[in-house]
């Protein structure tokens, strides 16, 4: 994609759905767009798809210009989160519709590509069955199966999950990463769940009111940000944001001061308002004050989660309400209420050009503590 834009009429002016985007996938990518509603990711998705027309800028596949490409003939297919099965055709059928009505295959080459793809979907005895007598899950194992077996050079997902419960979406997650794996088949895959973001995709391209913020690896999205939004964005709980002041070698804010040390001061640079971001995770509750960057605070909400527990807490200067969050060991106890010392530690914090929301600290994505390969 090169400076792909989208621009709908809207009355008297206009609606830029998508802004100036440039994404190139690698072949046997597995690419996950994500953001908030209304960002723009499946507007993209269905102009690589042909199914919405650029504004301006270009779509190549495979070093080919396809703007003007009829859907059919782009050697791409699509997984809907409707499913868009035809209620009146069985799961075979609908399988080899696709096949039927682009190809001259013979019936006998469509009729074993199929039932390939239903022994790899699992559901090779569900043929001859129409969609209404299919739970959600087997539905959107036929809607896989169809996308299969087109042997397509690129596959487009659009929330195909997002219809599933919590516990069969977490195992079509799996799935389609096997699934993708296997097939080897460049894949762009949109969602709004981070949580699908950053456990499918070998990279993640997040967008914002139409314009793309960060594409890079889960990991270097979650621990190297490029600005505040994509920090605020992935991530649960969110991360924690302070507005600050520089004064000297010390950010100052409403509620609290941090020292900073010379190498952070040299990547804050000339920059005077700061925001201050620090994950829920690298806060430390407990009971010692000593250190430089430990404050007094305040338990107001805890929600235990079993592995772990989510704390909400408030500096006690801060008013009721005014709260941040840190996340604790399930069998560490905190009690609404309680008094505590919270420790934010230099190496963990992230530090934002307080006016245009750009990076200008991140800590560092040490990527040295590789699980390691068992003995053989």
Not at 284 to 296: L, W
Request: with cysteine.
């Amino acid at each position: 994609l090169d400076g792909v834009t989208k621009v709908f009429p809207d009355g008297d002016g206009e609606i830029v759905a998508v802004d100036d985007v440039d994404i190139e996938m690698r072949d046997g990518e597995f690419l996950v767009v994500v953001g908030p509603s209304g960002c723009g990711k499946s507007t993209t998705l269905r102009m690589v798809a042909g199914l919405e027309t650029i504004s301006s800028g270009e779509i190549r596949l495979a070093g080919q210009r396809v703007n003007d490409v009829k859907p059919q003939h782009r050697d791409i297919a699509m997984v809907f989160q409707s499913y868009a099965l035809y209620p009146h055709m069985t799961v075979a059928e609908n399988m080899a519709f696709g096949l039927e009505e682009s190809t001259t295959l013979p019936d006998d080459e469509i009729e074993e590509r199929v039932h390939d793809a239903a022994e790899t979907m699992g559901i090779a005895e569900l043929l001859d069955r129409k969609p209404s007598e299919l739970s959600g899950g087997q539905q959107q194992r036929v809607a896989l199966g169809r996308a299969i077996v087109r042997d397509p050079e690129v596959f487009l997902m659009d929330e195909p999950l997002s219809n599933l419960d919590a516990k069969l979406r977490s195992q079509m997650r799996t799935e389609l990463q096997r699934l993708q794996a296997e097939l080897d088949v460049t894949t762009m895959y949109v969602t709004h769940d981070q949580t699908e973001a950053m456990t499918m995709g070998d990279r993640i391209a997040i967008l914002n009111d139409g314009k793309l913020q960060q594409v890079a690896t889960p990991l270097e999205c979650y621990h190297e940000p490029a600005n505040q939004f994509v920090a605020g964005f992935i991530g649960d709980p969110s991360m924690n944001f302070f507005d600050m002041e520089r004064d000297g070698d010390t950010l100052v804010g409403s509620r609290f001061e941090y020292p900073l040390s010379q190498s952070t001061l040299d990547d804050v640079g000339e920059t005077r308002n700061v925001t201050l971001g620090v994950r829920p995770e690298d806060i430390e509750v407990g009971t010692d004050e000593s250190g430089s960057h430990t404050y007094s605070a305040v338990v107001e909400v805890v929600e235990p989660m079993g592995d772990e527990n989510t704390v909400y807490l408030r500096f006690e200067s801060a008013p009721e309400g005014e709260t941040f969050i840190a996340t604790i060991d399930g069998l560490q106890q905190a009690a609404v209420g309680d008094r505590v010392t919270v420790s934010i530690p230099e190496e963990t914090i992230h530090l934002f050009d307080g006016r245009s929301g750009e990076a200008v600290h991140n800590r560092r994505l040490d990527m040295n503590d590789e699980i390691s390969s068992p003995p053989t």
